[in-house]
């Protein structure tokens, strides 16, 4: 299991979060994901097969690419 902290610059407001909430539990793997808006980021826990690069791959798809 992983378990990483993104920044996410494009984070503006608890929607934000929400929305890539949203959009991380529904992929295989993932276990939580929890946001702050004020700091810009999203932590997520997840374990095999997905990887690091597919989770930044998907917020890049849905428009909150991470540092």
Known sequence: MDKMT???PKISCNHCVMTIQN???EQEGV???SGD???KKI???W???LTEDQIRL???DINYPAE
């Open 43 to 45: 932590t997520i826990e």
């Open 6 to 8: 993104f920044i996410v």
């Open 58 to 60: 998907i917020l890049k």
């Open 31 to 33: 276990i939580s994901v």
């Open 37 to 39: 808006a004020g700091g």
């Open 23 to 25: 959009e991380l539990s």
């Open 47 to 49: 374990k095999p097969p």
